[in-house]
């Protein structure tokens, strides 16, 4: 059975082994859901997390095959009971129609909004959440005149208490 499942990559040559996971992807015809990459608590060290809603054989299979890549020196995978994720988005929305506290104020309230640029034509504010969190709002704020948004990707940490350490 499908499920979403999180890899995190831990690299320090970032351009070639994204090159090289997109070429393991698509040749099995996997959807990436997400990417992201990002520095990491090692010097010189990049960590990439993808997002699968693969079966976990697929994964596990995936996960092996990166790790045999020369530039990877860990590939983990874990489910979202083994993770804390975040996503963060930015809204624009008119000013027109959230200038009323009445209107917006228990709904951003409600999503730990942030304001970010209140200015005569629009206001920009920032949520994170979960990403099935961050989509209710969306369609919640489509009654405020929403002009645009924009989704980052997953960002992750295992909840296990040990990390990746290099060994020499």
Avoid at 17 to 29: A, E, M, T
Avoid at 57 to 78: D, G, M, T, W
Avoid at 110 to 125: G, L, Q, S
Avoid at 147 to 164: P, Q
Wanted: aromatic share 10%.
């Amino acid at each position: 059975m499908k499920k979403e499942y999180t890899l995190t990559v831990y690299t320090e040559d970032q351009m070639v082994v994204l090159h090289k996971i997109i070429v393991i992807l698509s040749r099995r015809k996997i959807t990436l859901e997400s990417l992201n990459i990002s520095t990491c608590e090692m010097d010189k060290m990049y960590l990439f997390t993808l997002v699968l809603n693969e079966t976990f054989e697929v994964v596990r299979n995936v996960a092996l095959q990166i790790e045999k890549v020369i530039e990877v020196f860990q590939c983990y995978y874990s489910t979202n009971e083994e993770i804390v994720w975040k996503q963060i988005a930015l809204f624009k929305v008119k000013t027109s129609s959230v200038i009323h506290p009445e209107n917006t104020d228990l709904l951003f309230r409600k999503y730990n909004a942030r304001y970010i640029t209140i200015e005569k034509d629009y206001t920009i504010f920032e949520v994170t959440g979960q990403e099935e969190e961050i989509n209710n709002l969306i369609v919640a704020l489509k009654q405020y005149e929403l002009i645009e948004f924009i989704k980052s990707a997953r960002i992750a940490l295992t909840m296990n208490s040990g990390s990746f350490q290099l060994t020499d």
